[in-house]
């Protein structure tokens, strides 16, 4: 664990290095990223300008999802597409053979391939909208809901990577995965509204086929002392199962493989 953690460290190191190297770039990306961070606002002050509640959620309530996403969308933008869109390349070109020679885990190494440090700016946007939401609902957190919250988040990030790694996992099948994969960021975008707000086959699609509630309104009920222990287990174990599920479907997939000495 203690290697790969070194591992780690190193590729984020190395990400950093190379994206600093053009310092005007890299401050004009993250400026970028927050100003995307605040353009988000913009439906919720539309809905919620009509009315003072949708679907139950207040707007104060309604922007512990939205911090969720913001939170989400950036560790997607910044930890897990660069690296998981290069693999597809890797596939195209035969030249995944130079990460299977290495003497490490391959779904580790071409998931901490690359990192963009600048699509991480999105993340402060996300923690000053805690705070602003917590203002607004006049709500503070309790002990057990922000344990409840973080054990829900880190289901989420597993869950949002295992989802990744299916769509990535199909290249070896398709070769070219890029429509997939911006069907997916555009149906990730509804993310960013209350679980509660979707209605008929939206609301069970968006939670058990695309678990896109567990991922933001999940965790902000938790905040928000709506959700108990129980359904943070059945939640927890259901993201467990999705990870167990995408990692067979790497390893079958990478079993198909055909390498460019083949």
């Not at 969308?73 to 910044?78: E, I, M, P, V, W």
């Not at 890797?90 to 690359?114: C, E, N, W, Y």
């Not at 567990?214 to 928000?224: D, G, I, K, R």
Request: charged residues 10%.
């Amino acid at each position: 664990m203690l290697r790969y953690l070194r591992l780690v460290g190193i590729q984020v190191r190395a990400s950093l290095l190379l994206a600093m190297q053009y310092r005007v770039e890299f401050v004009v990306q993250g400026f970028a990223g927050l100003f995307w961070s605040a353009a988000t606002f913009v439906p919720l002050f539309v809905v919620f300008g009509k009315r003072p509640s949708v679907a139950g959620w207040s707007f104060g309530q309604a922007l512990l999802v939205l911090a969720f996403f913001l939170l989400l969308r950036s560790l997607l933008d910044g930890a897990v597409n660069p690296s998981l869109v290069q693999v597809v390349e890797h596939i195209r070109q035969g030249t995944l053979d130079f990460v299977l020679m290495k003497p490490a885990d391959a779904q580790f190494l071409v998931s901490t391939a690359k990192f963009d440090p600048s699509a991480l700016s999105g993340t402060f946007g996300a923690f000053g909208l805690f705070g602003w939401a917590f203002w607004k609902t006049h709500h503070a957190p309790s002990p057990g809901g922000v344990v409840i919250a973080l054990l829900l988040l880190a289901a989420a990030v597993a869950l949002l990577y295992s989802i990744w790694i299916l769509v990535v996992s199909s290249a070896f099948y398709v070769v070219r995965v890029d429509n997939l994969s911006y069907l997916f960021t555009s149906i990730f975008d509804a993310a960013r509204w209350p679980a509660s707000v979707f209605r008929g086959i939206l609301h069970f699609v968006f939670t058990f086929v695309i678990p896109l509630a567990l991922m933001t309104t999940y965790p902000a009920e938790a905040l928000l002392s709506r959700f108990t222990w129980s359904d943070a287990a059945a939640s927890i174990g259901g993201a467990l199962a999705f990870a167990a599920v995408a990692r067979l479907t790497w390893r079958g997939a990478l079993a198909k493989y055909t390498s460019a000495s083949s």
